[in-house]
């Protein structure tokens, strides 16, 4: 274990936390608030706390796949802790466990919040909390990669562990290079909506906000009605696009700037992904439509809040509590379902559940004929034993960290639709659940237990839950 390196990277992600901290401090000036000192105060010492542990570099700067796995879990512990404590300076959230739940929430993209009346927020603090969300959603640790140096061509391990999906790869043959072209694109896309959202009448700041939410899948809304505040087909039809979009692999994108069209026509995941929201939105459209004064209405409704949770955003335009029990059981399956692997969404991944059925399809055929050989095959290549048995692990680890979830949950007399959709929400990384926390309320009523399980959940689920709880494993730490 590389201890020193782990401090070092460390270090140098506490100096870019506490230079990012300025940008809120800018907002701050720009609309004349207070709230900057703050984010002044703790901008400055945190970027001191980093320059003192990455002073000295080490002599050996090797990441392996220990280091990354500890590197990117504490990465995203410590910046959800030093992210928390601006609000709890400036007093907006003074509870430090609530704080942290909401920056949690914000930096793994997940949305839930504990806050009844965001608009209440200052500009600077609705920034931070939004920004949150577009550092979450490629990665924290790919944007320190992408522009800062910090090992000798070892990168790729903390990419693997930080990027969610299956299997990871280089677009290039340099991970830093592939680590920037990746947050070109995605810097470029969020551009893109933010102009879109300016055309369709939206205030600079707003657009800016809601295209960090929309970019990373998170789904912190500045208006307490969230998107539907704005009551506009527009602008639904912007982000229920740009949602669909940011849920596609990366890599597919990157291969439609370059020209090799061949290679997205051939995602196997794709045409999965866009077959389950085309199906899932028809249904949907279908049993509510008596709801609605036109199938236009159900159709813009069921559309966006389809893509909403699939890619696991949260954006709300509709109250889905209240639709029929039919329509609630989709939405519930496409939490689980989440986005595409290498995409900024959450949930279980499209490529990962499609394996799962192929794999269980290959061991039923294996019963019926004993001696024939079956494998596995996915984007047309055959899937390695390797990858397939991490899947069951993970599926297992998921569920084990589900029931435990919900079981303490329940302690606090909470019911069980609430609970179970609390918890799934948070391990999906969606967002709003049902009844108690479903789309028109939030999470404040919980218990500070209850919130540090979730925000335990959000870290899970975003991280694919390995790098978490090897953090608690003995022979990680071993020399």
Request: proline share 3%; net charge positive.
């Amino acid at each position: 274990m590389n201890k020193k390196m782990i401090i070092f990277t460390l270090g140098k992600l506490l100096q870019i936390t506490g230079l990012l901290m300025y940008i809120p401090v800018l907002v701050a000036i720009i609309y004349q608030e207070t709230e900057g000192i703050s984010f002044a105060i703790l901008g400055a010492l945190i970027f001191g706390l980093g320059t003192i542990i990455s002073f000295k570099h080490p002599a050996k700067k090797n990441i392996y796949a220990r280091e990354g796995f500890v590197i990117v879990a504490l990465s995203w512990i410590l910046i959800s802790i030093f992210g928390a404590l601006p609000f709890c300076l400036t007093g907006e959230i003074p509870s430090f466990i609530d704080a942290f739940f909401e920056m949690v929430s914000g930096f793994t993209t997940t949305g839930s919040s504990i806050l009844s009346d965001v608009e209440a927020l200052s500009h600077a603090s609705l920034f931070w909390r939004s920004f949150s969300h577009w550092l979450g959603g490629m990665g924290i640790l790919v944007f320190v990669i992408a522009f800062v140096p910090i090992s000798s061509g070892r990168s790729l391990h903390i990419l693997r562990a930080e990027v969610p999906g299956p299997v990871v790869g280089k677009l290039v043959s340099k991970i830093r290079l592939t680590a920037r072209i990746l947050y070109i694109i995605y810097a470029v896309l969020t551009l893109v909506e933010t102009v879109l959202l300016l055309f369709g009448g939206m205030p600079l700041f707003d657009s800016l906000l809601n295209s960090f939410g929309t970019a990373g899948t998170g789904g912190f809304a500045i208006k307490n009605a969230s998107i539907a505040a704005y009551d506009s087909v527009y602008v639904d039809t912007v982000i229920t696009i740009f949602m669909i979009l940011f849920g596609i692999n990366f890599n597919l994108i990157y291969f439609v700037i370059i020209g090799k069209f061949k290679e997205v026509f051939k995602s196997e995941e794709l045409r999965y992904y866009f077959l389950i929201i085309i199906g899932a939105t028809i249904l949907i459209t279908i049993n509510i439509l008596p709801m609605y004064e036109s199938i236009f209405s159900a159709l813009r409704y069921s559309s966006f809040t389809v893509g909403s949770i699939i890619t696991t955003t949260g954006f709300v335009t509709a109250d889905y509590g209240k639709w029929p029990m039919f329509s609630q059981m989709i939405i519930i399956i496409l939490m689980f379902v989440g986005a595409c692997s290498g995409s900024t969404g959450g949930g279980m991944k499209v490529s990962r559940i499609f394996i799962y059925l192929k794999n269980a399809k290959k061991e039923l055929k294996h019963l019926l004929h004993p001696h024939s050989i079956q494998t596995v095959e996915f984007e047309k290549q055959p899937i390695d034993d390797h990858v397939i048995a991490n899947i069951h692990s993970y599926l297992v680890l998921y569920l084990v960290i589900f029931a435990l979830s919900l079981l303490v949950l329940t302690i606090f007399n909470l019911d069980f639709k609430s609970a179970f959709s609390a918890v799934a929400t948070c391990l999906n990384n969606v967002g709003p659940g049902f009844d108690v926390v479903g789309p028109v309320s939030n999470f404040s009523s919980l218990s500070d237990v209850s919130k540090l399980v979730l925000s335990f959940d959000m870290l899970a689920g975003r991280l694919e839950i390995f790098p978490i709880l090897l953090l608690f494993a003995p022979s990680q730490w071993r020399r």
